[in-house]
C-alpha cells in the first residue's frame, strides 16, 4: 500500500523560505497529479499547487509567483519552493497523490511563519 511523508516544514521568519518534500513509499505507481494543500487553524483545506503527470501546474492565486512546484515521476516525489513566506502561509501542508482510483495523503508538516 502506497503511504506518503511530507519532509521539511519548520519555523521561519516572514520573508524567508522552505522547500517541502514528499516522497512515495510501499509501492511503484504511475501518479496521474500531485498536489499540496495546507489547513490554517480554523480555516479549510485549500490547494497550493499541484502538479499533473504531463507537467501541467495550477497555483493557487495566494502562492503564486511566490512558490515553484517540481516533481521527478520516476521517483514519484513532488517538491515545492516556497519564497518570500508570509505569516499567512502558517497551515499544515498536506501531500497528496492521485492515481487510479486512489487518492492518498500524507500526514501533514507543519510550516510556521513568525513575523
Known amino acids: 500500500q502506497v503511504h506518503l511523508l511530507e519532509s521539511g516544514g519548520g519555523l521561519v521568519q516572514a520573508g524567508g523560505s522552505l522547500r517541502l518534500s514528499c516522497a512515495a513509499a510501499g509501492g511503484r505507481v504511475t501518479v496521474a497529479i500531485m498536489g499540496w494543500y495546507r489547513q490554517a487553524p480554523g480555516k479549510q483545506h485549500d490547494l497550493v499547487v499541484s502538479?499533473?503527470?504531463?507537467?501541467?501546474?495550477d497555483y493557487a492565486d495566494s502562492v503564486n509567483g511566490r512558490s515553484t512546484i517540481s516533481s521527478n515521476n520516476a521517483e514519484n516525489s513532488v517538491y515545492v519552493q516556497m519564497n518570500s513566506l508570509k505569516p499567512e502561509d502558517t497551515a499544515v501542508y498536506y501531500c497528496?497523490?492521485?492515481?487510479?482510483?486512489?487518492?492518498?495523503w500524507g500526514p501533514g508538516t507543519q510550516v510556521t511563519v513568525s513575523s
Open positions: 497528496n497523490y492521485v492515481f487510479s482510483e486512489y487518492n492518498v
Open positions: 502538479i499533473t503527470r504531463d507537467s501541467s501546474i
